[in-house]
Nanobody, 122 residues
Framework: QVQLVESGGGLVQAGGSLRLSCTGS????????IGWFRQAPGKEREFVAH???????AYTDSVKGRFTISRDNGKNTVYLQMNGLKPEDTAIYYC????????????????WGQGTQVTVSS
């Protein structure tokens, strides 16, 4: 069982930056693949990025070059650094954990956080 808590959301102007954090419980946190997803009003939840247990990363095309995912297993935390934010990045951002050592992109995660709101004004 892994419990996840997101933080770091807020209101920012277009072009600004935010860093989201996802902190998990449990000694085995470092073995999980951690993903970030987002859901905008009226839209389906979409994959944003993931980082595997060996620090391999993947991103959706719309955030490549602007967002960076990283992890600090000593702090049981995964970060999503978001630069060059755009109004279309406005959404609730969720982190999720999956007991999976593959690098494949999937929406099928075992544990989810409650989400943190990111609002980008134009």
């Amino acid at each position: 069982q892994v419990q996840l808590v997101e933080s770091g959301g807020g209101l920012v102007q277009a072009g600004g930056s935010l860093r989201l954090s996802c902190t998990g419980s449990g000694r085995s946190f470092g073995t999980y693949k951690i993903g970030w997803f987002r859901q905008a009003p009226g839209k389906e939840r979409e994959f944003v990025a993931h980082i595997t247990w060996i620090f391999s990363t993947a991103y959706t095309d719309s955030v490549k070059g602007r967002f960076t995912i990283s992890r600090d297993n000593g702090k049981n935390t995964v970060y999503l650094q978001m630069n060059g934010l755009k109004p279309e990045d406005t959404a609730i951002y969720y982190c999720a954990a999956r007991g999976d050592r593959s690098d494949s992109i999937t929406w099928n995660y075992d544990f989810w956080g409650q989400g943190t709101q990111v609002t980008v004004s134009s």
